[in-house]
């Protein structure tokens, strides 16, 4: 069974630039998280969904990003325009319950604002 | 919202020996404890999670505590192996079913 997807891998961007990450989660989980992950700190949560709607998205910054989970599988996340302090990596992580249980993330979308 | 203090930050310990690593949470609702490890470049992978209706629960070489009323869990390591030296995350998941991590323990086992 393939894992979480996240693409791309790495992007190098200039400031004030835009950017998209993707993710497919695991087959039939109904639960997808967009995590930050800044170098040798925790996952911080950004945005939850269930299903197709987004239910925390309360550390969302709105004013530059966005997401969406169009049909309730894939998701985009979104930064227009990019800052210095976003460099950080972007990762994902799917679970097969609303109350969580185990996540199972991506391998992460790397992001580099020059 | 939860807020998940981890200590320490770093830990070194020579093969064989056990190493323990120390989770504090804030929100007494908080009911599911996972501990994630993260090797460098990798994505965090579930190694052993408890509910708070247990105090105890462990999975060959590895264990956690909690200790609900202190507010407190921790991870144990027992006979580390260099296979063991990865970034460890403690996190709690609260009543609004939001998952909050740690900042994370870097562990090193020295041959």
């Known amino acids: 069974e393939a894992g979480v997807v996240q693409s791309p891998r790495y992007k190098i961007i200039e400031k004030k630039q835009p950017v998209a990450f993707w993710c497919n989660p695991i087959s039939g989980h109904n639960t997808l998280y967009w995590y930050l992950q800044n170098l040798g700190q925790g996952p911080e949560l950004l945005i939850r969904?269930?299903?197709?709607?987004?239910?925390?998205d309360s550390q969302l910054p709105k004013d530059r990003f966005s997401a969406e989970r169009l049909k309730g599988v894939d998701s985009t996340l979104k930064i227009q325009p990019a800052e210095l302090g976003d460099s950080a990596v972007y990762l994902c992580a799917s679970s097969p319950r609303e109350d969580g249980g185990e996540l199972f993330f991506g391998e992460g979308s790397r992001l580099t604002v020059l | 919202g939860e807020n998940v203090e981890q200590h320490p930050s770093t830990l070194s310990v020579q093969e064989g020996d056990s190493a323990v690593i120390k989770c504090t949470y804030s929100d007494s609702a908080s009911n599911y404890f996972p501990w994630y490890k993260q090797e460098l470049g990798k994505r965090p992978q579930l190694i052993i999670d408890?509910?708070?209706?247990?105090g105890e629960k462990k999975d060959q070489r590895i264990a956690v505590t909690l200790n609900k009323t202190a507010k407190h869990f921790s991870l144990h390591i027992t006979e580390t192996q260099p296979e063991d030296s990865a970034v460890y995350f403690c996190a709690a998941r609260d009543s609004a079913r939001q998952l909050t991590f740690g900042s994370g323990t870097q562990l090193t086992v020295l041959p």
């Open positions: 969904y269930e299903n197709e709607e987004a239910v925390d």
């Open positions: 408890i509910r708070s209706n247990v």
